[in-house]
């Protein structure tokens, strides 16, 4: 046995193997771009194809960039070698395999959430148990959650001599931001700042803080604003993942765009989001980046600018395509990786459904579909699959274009509408954040500010969601 970063045993003897582990961890908890976590998981199982942590992470990586089958096949292997490795493999090592079986297996990231909590409360000092806890939390759009897996971790740094572990704050604000508790979240960012002199910058701390910042209400979005203007200089697009980079930005243009700053906002969405021409296309090929440049063309359809909007719906979802679409008539090889960008896709496909309404009833039929393989399974248990389901129909029949204008059309959107509202409860078993679910909110009720419909007075501040 060797230990890791975190002090914890990992069962080789190569202490190479063991540092390639410690390097995937940094490459997941910093948001490098994919080359690094292959770069780490590659070298880990080089190192030692018969480490189990090694051969976890690998599948994590895999699974993470769209490659079930190879992300199976490790973990396949491992759920077969467990039996005899008691004794051989660590506790935690056991844990980890469960953990990722369960979510990769078995579709079921309840269940991978459960194991990974088991790590945390025996070892807090895992910070990668945490974060990938912390995202099975984020699937299942469950706040307290994602507070519960990061507690026992900012609890053991606060009797730890020093300066706590890079990336706690981050992850300890924006779970408490997810939980309500704004100014919370604002303090215990402001804290991981403090820290950053000795610690480095952490972009995820800077995207949780515009989080605490947002849901304070309009006497707080000029302080969000020019705070991620100030720290967009630090978030270098050659050693971020596409995901966090666009997603930072998508904060900013987000701010402009509910400020009713149209040009900056379309500038981030040309320059950052989805550029034109091959770059956009190599960088919208993963799933998170399309759910944020969707859920910003959204945002501005909803504020009267639909006609500078439509030309960027159709760039989006023409590099969709083939991902998280289907082409020619083939299953999207990333699609349904997302729920809440399913949403997002449908809400796009509505755009075009004058001109042909083909690709919406084709993915309303897929989602259907995907909906009832979802129910079979531990993945949509407690109604999220029906949710799911129920949500995707009403959007569609919010907002597509090849209705005509009658009494019935009325009355079928507003029935639509109420239907979102009545599954409010249920938004969250989209997953995302609160901040990126307020699409829903907008169906219902039009333009929202800082979490609030514009019109029932978002200076109030707080989430209130209704």
């Given at each position: 046995m060797v230990a890791d970063q975190f002090g914890l045993e990992v069962a080789t003897t190569k202490p190479a193997c063991a540092k390639a582990v410690d390097s995937y961890y940094e490459a997941v908890l910093a948001y490098r771009p994919f080359r690094s976590w292959s770069a780490a998981a590659d070298e880990a199982v080089r190192q030692d194809a018969a480490c189990p942590m090694a051969r976890v992470l690998a599948a994590d990586c895999a699974f993470c960039q769209g490659d079930a089958a190879k992300a199976k096949d490790f973990l396949e292997t491992l759920s077969k070698e467990v039996e005899g490795a008691s004794g051989v493999w660590s506790w935690r090592e056991l844990r980890y395999v469960e953990a990722w079986c369960r979510w990769v297996l078995h579709g079921d990231p309840a269940g991978c959430y459960d194991a990974l909590s088991e790590v945390v409360s025996r070892h807090p000092s895992d910070l990668f148990a945490v974060k990938r806890g912390h995202i099975m939390g984020l699937i299942l759009g469950d706040g307290s959650r994602m507070l519960s897996i990061v507690q026992p971790a900012a609890?053991?740094?606060?009797?730890?001599?020093?300066?706590?572990?890079?990336?706690?704050?981050?992850?300890?604000?924006?779970?408490?931001?997810?939980?309500?508790?704004?100014?919370?979240?604002?303090?215990?960012?402001?804290?991981?700042?403090?820290?950053?002199?000795?610690?480095?910058?952490?972009?995820?701390?800077?995207?949780?803080?515009?989080?605490?910042?947002?849901?304070?209400?309009?006497?707080?979005?000029?302080?969000?604003?020019?705070?991620?203007?100030?720290?967009?200089?630090?978030?270098?697009?050659?050693?971020?993942?596409?995901?966090?980079?666009?997603?930072?930005?998508?904060?900013?243009?987000?701010?402009?765009?509910?400020?009713?700053?149209?040009?900056?906002?379309?500038?981030?969405?040309?320059?950052?989001?989805?550029?034109?021409?091959?770059?956009?296309?190599?960088?919208?090929?993963?799933?998170?980046?399309?759910?944020?440049?969707?859920?910003?063309?959204?945002?501005?359809?909803?504020?009267?600018?639909?006609?500078?909007?439509?030309?960027?719906?159709?760039?989006?979802?023409?590099?969709?395509?083939?991902?998280?679409?289907?082409?020619?008539?083939?299953?999207?090889?990333?699609?349904?990786?997302?729920?809440?960008?399913?949403?997002?896709?449908?809400?796009?496909?509505?755009?075009?459904?004058?001109?042909?309404?083909?690709?919406?009833?084709?993915?309303?039929?897929?989602?259907?579909?995907?909906?009832?393989?979802?129910?079979?399974?531990?993945?949509?248990?407690?109604?999220?699959?029906?949710?799911?389901?129920?949500?995707?129909?009403?959007?569609?029949?919010?907002?597509?274009?090849?209705?005509?204008?009658?009494?019935?059309?009325?009355?079928?959107?507003?029935?639509?509408?109420?239907?979102?509202?009545?599954?409010?409860p249920h938004w969250g078993c989209l997953g995302g954040s609160e901040e990126q679910r307020g699409i829903l909110l907008e169906a219902v009720k039009g333009p929202v500010v800082c979490g609030n419909p514009q019109e029932e007075g978002s200076s109030k501040g707080g989430c209130h969601l209704l």
């Amino acid at each position: 046995m060797v230990a890791d970063q975190f002090g914890l045993e990992v069962a080789t003897t190569k202490p190479a193997c063991a540092k390639a582990v410690d390097s995937y961890y940094e490459a997941v908890l910093a948001y490098r771009p994919f080359r690094s976590w292959s770069a780490a998981a590659d070298e880990a199982v080089r190192q030692d194809a018969a480490c189990p942590m090694a051969r976890v992470l690998a599948a994590d990586c895999a699974f993470c960039q769209g490659d079930a089958a190879k992300a199976k096949d490790f973990l396949e292997t491992l759920s077969k070698e467990v039996e005899g490795a008691s004794g051989v493999w660590s506790w935690r090592e056991l844990r980890y395999v469960e953990a990722w079986c369960r979510w990769v297996l078995h579709g079921d990231p309840a269940g991978c959430y459960d194991a990974l909590s088991e790590v945390v409360s025996r070892h807090p000092s895992d910070l990668f148990a945490v974060k990938r806890g912390h995202i099975m939390g984020l699937i299942l759009g469950d706040g307290s959650r994602m507070l519960s897996i990061v507690q026992p971790a900012a609890d053991s740094a606060k009797t730890s001599p020093g300066p706590p572990p890079k990336y706690l704050h981050g992850m300890w604000s924006f779970a408490l931001e997810q939980e309500g508790q704004y100014k919370e979240a604002e303090g215990i960012a402001w804290e991981g700042f403090s820290f950053e002199k000795e610690l480095g910058p952490d972009a995820w701390l800077d995207h949780s803080l515009a989080h605490s910042l947002y849901f304070q209400g309009m006497g707080r979005l000029d302080d969000a604003m020019s705070f991620m203007k100030k720290r967009s200089e630090t978030w270098p697009k050659e050693d971020l993942h596409p995901f966090l980079y666009t997603h930072c930005w998508w904060h900013l243009a987000l701010l402009y765009t509910e400020s009713r700053n149209f040009e900056p906002a379309l500038a981030i969405f040309d320059e950052r989001l989805w550029p034109e021409g091959p770059e956009g296309l190599a960088q919208g090929g993963d799933p998170q980046v399309q759910l944020n440049a969707l859920n910003l063309l959204w945002r501005l359809e909803t504020r009267q600018q639909a006609e500078i909007a439509e030309p960027r719906w159709r760039r989006v979802l023409q590099g969709c395509k083939g991902l998280s679409l289907p082409k020619d008539g083939s299953k999207g090889t990333l699609q349904h990786s997302d729920l809440l960008l399913d949403i997002l896709l449908i809400r796009g496909l509505c755009v075009g459904a004058m001109e042909d309404a083909q690709p919406l009833d084709e993915f309303l039929t897929a989602v259907k579909k995907h909906s009832e393989e979802m129910a079979a399974g531990p993945g949509g248990a407690g109604g999220r699959a029906e949710a799911y389901r129920d949500l995707a129909q009403s959007v569609a029949d919010v907002f597509r274009s090849d209705l005509q204008a009658s009494a019935e059309t009325a009355e079928k959107r507003s029935k639509a509408r109420n239907c979102i509202l009545e599954l409010k409860p249920h938004w969250g078993c989209l997953g995302g954040s609160e901040e990126q679910r307020g699409i829903l909110l907008e169906a219902v009720k039009g333009p929202v500010v800082c979490g609030n419909p514009q019109e029932e007075g978002s200076s109030k501040g707080g989430c209130h969601l209704l």
